[in-house]
């Protein structure tokens, strides 16, 4: 198998867990589709042990999907960073920190945000805005350093935290959809600075919508979907054509 970490401090904190998690795919070969998924990394940007541990585990991950020919993409599944600052800057620095490696990857990387990713709790919403971490800052400091270029945003949405990829293997694409489960919308300002709330309440319904007439649609295999939590959408609000294809 392969060895995630040797005698440094992922030992100490996982032992066993990691040395499970390094091994080998039986079923891996050249012919499939083979990706490492990682999630809820929760990192602080500490010099705690636990986040060093942390830290190095994304950079063995990132050497694995590097080094190994068979592996051909990444996909994070959100709540990457803690999420309790007192500011922007604190959630830039932790962002920018633990994506550092997956940067360097040189295989596709595909980060989904997740509840603690936008450093926006429900008692910080309304009174502390300068807090929130906007779309255009996970743009910038995420998706724009670390995913392919040529994801696939809904249009007219540019800053949009879900979107989709197509992967092209052995003749065969498959689609790689990303969403965003965060149903808390926010107006910002060329900046990033959050303005005022927008579309709450409201925006798994537009997202599913999306899922259903565009994702789910087009000249492709095969799809993967990927979500950090569910989404709901009242069924009404949904005309019966595209219902009956997110169904299908």
């Known amino acids: 198998y392969e060895e995630l970490a040797s005698d440094r401090i992922c030992d100490e ?3 066993v867990d990691v040395q499970v998690a390094s091994k080998q795919i039986s079923n891996k ?6 990706y490492i998924f ?5 990192f602080e940007n500490s010099k705690d042990k636990q986040d060093v541990a942390l830290y190095e585990e994304v950079t063995n991950i990132a050497d694995m999907a590097k080094n190994d020919t068979n592996i051909d993409f990444v996909v994070v599944g959100g709540d990457s960073v803690q999420g309790f600052w007192d500011s922007k800057d604190g959630w830039k620095a932790a962002i920018t920190k633990i994506m550092e490696p997956l940067k360097n990857c040189t295989k596709p990387v595909f980060v989904l945000v997740g509840n603690h990713d936008d450093n926006a709790y429900s008692t910080w919403i309304e009174n502390y ?5 906007s779309d255009l800052d996970w743009k910038k400091h995420v998706l724009d350093p670390i995913s392919p270029a040529d994801i696939v945003r809904p249009e007219g949405d540019p800053n949009a935290k879900n979107y989709y990829y197509d992967f092209e293997k052995n003749g065969k694409t498959t689609r790689i959809l990303c969403l965003d489960y965060n149903d808390d919308r ?3 300002d060329s900046r990033g600075e959050v303005t005022a709330r927008k579309n709450y309440g409201l ?4 997202q599913i919508k999306w899922l259903a007439e565009v994702g789910l649609k087009g000249d492709f295999d095969e799809c993967l979907v990927f979500s950090h939590a569910d989404m709901a959408a009242d069924q009404n609000s949904i005309d019966t054509t595209t219902a009956g294809d997110l169904e299908a």
């Open 13 to 15: 904190y996982y032992g």
């Open 29 to 34: 070969s050249e012919d499939a589709l083979n």
């Open 38 to 42: 990682i999630t809820d990394i929760h």
């Open 129 to 133: 805005s300068e807090k929130i971490v």
């Open 186 to 188: 926010f107006e910002f």
């Open 203 to 206: 925006y798994h319904e537009a």
